[in-house]
C-alpha cells in the first residue's frame, strides 16, 4: 500500500512547525530588543535626571556662598571688593588649573552669554572687576563643587526686565534699592539690590544658570545676611 500521502503530510507539519518556531522566536527576539532599549532609556534618564539634581545644587551652592561673603563681618569678605555702579561686574570664580574659568572670554567653555541679554553693550561697556576665587572646601580640585562662577552686578529695571516704578520704561542706569517692604529706585532709607547669577556644570556638562536678587535690610549697615527677594533659573 502506498503511504507517499502521509509522507507530504509530515514535512509539510514539519515546515509549518519550523515556521511557526521561527515566527516565535523573532517576536521573543523584538520583545528582548524592546526590554533593552527600554531599560537603557529608563537608565540614561535617570542620569540625566541625577545631574540636574547636582547642577541645581551645585549653583545653589554657589549662590550661598557669595551671599554669605557679601556680608562685612564674614571673615572671608567680598565687601570691598564688591560693583559700586551699575557698569561693573564682579565674578567669584571657581576655577582649576586643569579646568580654567574666565566667564569674560567667548572661548571659554563658562563664558556668561547671559550677561550682554541683561546689560546693554554686554562687556565692551563694562567694567570687569578683579576675580575672587571661591574658598569653598576642595575649591580647585576635583572635588570641588561643580559650579563655575557667581556673577554679582547691581540691580537695574533693564537687567531684571521688570518696570519697578510703572513709567514704562525700562531704566538701565540706575540702580533698584529695597526699603524693607518693596524694590524702588530711591535711595532714601534703602539698601541696593545685587543681582547674583550663577552657573553650574556636572561632569556629563549638564548645565544649570540660577539667578537670586539679593539685599541687606535697611539700616543694616553691611553687617547683616543679606536677604533673598527672588530666585530664578535661566536658560544657557
Known sequence: ?????????????????????MIIILMLSGLALSMVLLTDSQVRLGQTTQAQG????AALAGLEEARGR???????????????S?????????????????????????????????FPGGFASATVLPRIHSDQPGAGTSTAIPYKWVRITLMTEASAHTDINQDGVLNNSAP??????????????????????????????????????VAEAPGGGGFTPLQILAYRELSY
Not at 2 to 18: C, D, E, K, P, V
Not at 54 to 57: G, I, S
Not at 198 to 205: E, G, I, Q, R
Open 54 to 57: 547636582r547642577v541645581l545644587y
Open 1 to 21: 500500500m502506498n503511504y507517499s500521502w502521509r509522507t507530504h503530510l509530515y514535512f509539510r507539519g514539519q515546515g509549518i512547525a519550523l515556521l511557526l518556531a
Open 176 to 213: 533698584i534699592y529695597w526699603d524693607g517692604t518693596q524694590q524702588t529706585l530711591s535711595p532714601a532709607g534703602g539698601s541696593l539690590v545685587f543681582v547674583l547669577t550663577a552657573l553650574a556644570v556636572d561632569s556629563t556638562k549638564v548645565m544649570k544658570i540660577l539667578q537670586a536678587e
Open 86 to 118: 551699575v557698569s561693573q561686574v564682579l565674578y567669584l570664580v571657581n576655577s582649576s588649573f586643569a579646568d580654567p574659568v574666565h566667564p569674560t572670554n567667548p572661548t571659554s567653555r563658562y563664558y556668561d552669554s547671559e550677561y550682554s541679554r541683561e
Open 70 to 84: 557679601i556680608n562685612g563681618s564674614a571673615p572671608d569678605t567680598i565687601t570691598p571688593s564688591l560693583p559700586t
